[in-house]
């Protein structure tokens, strides 16, 4: 797994986290409308049989538990989201099998984080001359026991996600709360990576970002105000 300590937990107790996420992710789900998992079982089967759309922004449920699913929080919906919207091409931490809440420690670092990943996005569309999408940022609190990885080598690659896929497989698996490691995108900054969202005590909406694609880059981001 590449040299450094793998087994040093770390107790992180209301920390303030950073994630920016698409905005044209609906704000509000089924998820924000119970407070709990006895209220969502009983929403749900009502809205299966009368309104599937709303279903279809919860994402595949079968892979959180409800009793992962922190109700009543702030929300909610932005935190479970990772976990029921799996990416299948998976991601640092993950071969795509499983989700992962990744969080930053501080805005300047999810942007850079986003924009790393929104710019390939931008690149991959043949013909795209300009572009551009708003960023919704969310201030989230957590408290978790994490895996201190900042330690460790051979997880930080640019852009092979090999060594660090199999480490977050293993930490998964093993039912680890969550990760701590180095920021790729921005030096000396510190992400987190959590396996659950019952961890967050709290995810609320603050800015919004615009990203402007120029064609090769992606060449600036302005905050937009009265979003």
């Not at 992962?68 to 919906?77: H, K, S, W, Y």
């Not at 919207?85 to 795509?96: A, E, I, M, Q, T």
């Amino acid at each position: 797994m590449g040299s450094g300590r793998v087994n040093n937990t770390v107790k992180v107790i209301n920390q303030i986290a950073y994630r920016l996420v698409n905005s044209k992710f609906p704000p509000i789900t089924l998820f924000d409308d119970v407070v709990s998992a006895a209220d969502f079982e009983t929403v749900y089967a009502i809205q299966s049989l009368t309104n599937p759309r709303a279903l279809n922004e919860l994402g595949d449920i079968s892979l959180l538990s409800s009793d992962e699913i922190p109700f009543g929080i702030d929300g909610v919906n932005y935190v479970t989201a990772p976990f029921t919207h799996v990416n299948p091409d998976g991601s640092r931490f993950s071969d795509g099998s499983f989700g992962i809440l990744y969080l930053a420690d501080d805005v300047d670092t999810a942007i850079k984080e986003t924009l790393y990943h929104q710019e390939k996005c931008f690149q991959s569309i043949h013909g795209l001359h300009y572009d551009t999408v708003d960023m919704r940022c969310l201030q989230i609190k957590f408290s978790a026991n994490v895996v201190d990885c900042t330690s460790v080598e051979n997880i930080y690659h640019s852009d092979d996600y090999s060594v660090p896929r199999i480490l977050g497989a293993k930490l998964q698996k093993a039912n680890n709360q969550g990760i701590q490691y180095n920021s790729v995108r921005n030096k000396h900054a510190i992400c987190w990576g959590l396996f659950s969202p019952i961890h967050v005590s709290s995810a609320i909406q603050t800015k919004h970002f615009e990203f402007v694609f120029d064609g090769k880059s992606i060449s600036g981001v302005r905050e937009l105000v009265n979003k």
